[in-house]
């Protein structure tokens, strides 16, 4: 079992700023492909980014393309997600997610573990 506990959401101005931390623990020893998702109220979970375990390869949704990075330090077993040029449009409780390789990558499906959320909210 791997647990994973998100933080650093809350409340910026559009146009802002914000860095979410993905902390692992468990069975971190497996090479898991490691995403964020959200979801916005009344709205289905979306695909948000997801990094291999090296590091090597990242991908991301169009609409955070350019705006969104995602990393990870395997050594402190955490993924982050800087979001800069915040939108209103980005507001929704953001959640990481583990899979092994091959998993899923943007499929929620594909995702074996999933953290609580943390909420994430935007002012226009």
């Known amino acids: 079992q791997v647990q994973l506990v998100e933080s650093g959401g809350g409340l910026e101005q559009a146009g802002g700023s914000l860095r979410l931390s993905c902390a692992a623990s468990g069975r971190t020893g497996s090479r898991y492909t490691m995403a964020w998702f959200r979801q916005a109220p009344g709205k289905e979970r979306e695909f948000v980014a997801a990094?291999?375990?090296?590091?090597?390869?990242?991908g991301y949704a169009d609409s955070v393309k350019g705006r969104f990075t995602i990393s990870r330090d395997n050594a402190k077993n955490t993924v982050y997600l800087q979001m800069n040029s915040l939108k209103s449009e980005d507001t929704a409780v953001y959640y990481c997610?583990?899979?092994?390789?091959?998993?899923?990558?943007?499929?929620?499906?594909?995702?074996?573990?999933w953290g609580q959320g943390t909420q994430v909210t935007v002012s226009s």
């Open positions: 997610a583990a899979t092994t390789p091959g998993g899923g990558w943007d499929r929620q499906s594909g995702y074996y573990y």
């Open positions: 990094i291999s375990w090296s590091g090597g390869t990242a």
